[in-house]
C-alpha cells in the first residue's frame, strides 16, 4: 500500500520529468480518480454519453501532457484532477447545449457536498459553473473551496493545505460559498 508521503514523491519525480515515477504512479491513483470521477458524475443521468471510467481516461490524457509541474503533495494533484474532470464535463455540457439549444443539460447534484435542501436536490453544470466564475470573481479562495470540496472530494483538512490556509478559514470559505451557490443557483 503506498503511503502519501510516496505519492508525493512519485509526483514530484514525474513533475521532474521522470516517466518512469509516472508509469509506478498510475495504478497508485486509479482508484482515488475513479472515486473523483464518480463524483462528479453522481448527478448525471441515467445513460450519460460520458461515464466515470471515459472522465479519468479524458482527465488522464490531459495530466499526462502537462509539462514541468511543481507537484506539492497528493492532494494538489488531486485538486488538479478534478478541475479538469470539472472542465470536461463543462465542456461537454455547453457543447451539447448548443447543438440541442438548451435542451438536455447535464445535471448536477450539490445536496450531498453542499447540504442544500431536498426541493434543491439538483443544479445545472452549466449554471453552476457560471456561478463558481461569478464567485471567483467575487471572492476567488471561496471559488476554489467549491471546487476542491464538491469537484475534487478533498476534505478540510486536505483543502486548507492546498491553499495554505486554516481549516477553520476553509470551514467558513465553504459555509459562506454554499449559501450565495444556493442563492444564486435557486434564482435561475
Known amino acids: 500500500m ?15 520529468g521522470d516517466q518512469a515515477a509516472l508509469d509506478a504512479l498510475t495504478p497508485l491513483v486509479h482508484d482515488e480518480l475513479h472515486r473523483v470521477a464518480a463524483r462528479c458524475m453522481a448527478g448525471e443521468r441515467p445513460g450519460h454519453i460520458l461515464q466515470a471510467t471515459a472522465l479519468i481516461n479524458e482527465a488522464y490524457l ?8 511543481q507537484w506539492q503533495n497528493r492532494a494538489h494533484f488531486f485538486a488538479v484532477a478534478a478541475q479538469i474532470m470539472r472542465r470536461v464535463l463543462v465542456d461537454l455540457a455547453r457543447t451539447r447545449d448548443r447543438a440541442k ?8 447534484s450539490l445536496s450531498e457536498a453542499t447540504d442544500v435542501p431536498a426541493a434543491q436536490n439538483s443544479v445545472d453544470l452549466v449554471a453552476l459553473d457560471d456561478a463558481l466564475k ?21 476534505s478540510l483538512d486536505e483543502v486548507a493545505h492546498v491553499l495554505d490556509v486554516s481549516v477553520g478559514t476553509v470551514r467558513r470559505d465553504w459555509s459562506l460559498a454554499q449559501a450565495w451557490l444556493f442563492r444564486e443557483l435557486s434564482r435561475a
Open 2 to 16: 503506498s503511503t502519501p508521503a510516496n505519492l508525493t514523491q512519485l509526483l514530484v519525480s514525474w513533475g521532474a
Open 62 to 69: 490531459r495530466l499526462i501532457d502537462w509539462k514541468d509541474v
Open 101 to 108: 439549444r438548451g435542451q438536455g443539460q447535464l445535471h448536477v
Open 134 to 154: 461569478t464567485l471567483e470573481g467575487l471572492n476567488a479562495r471561496q471559488s476554489r473551496v467549491v471546487e476542491l470540496r464538491f469537484f475534487g472530494g478533498l
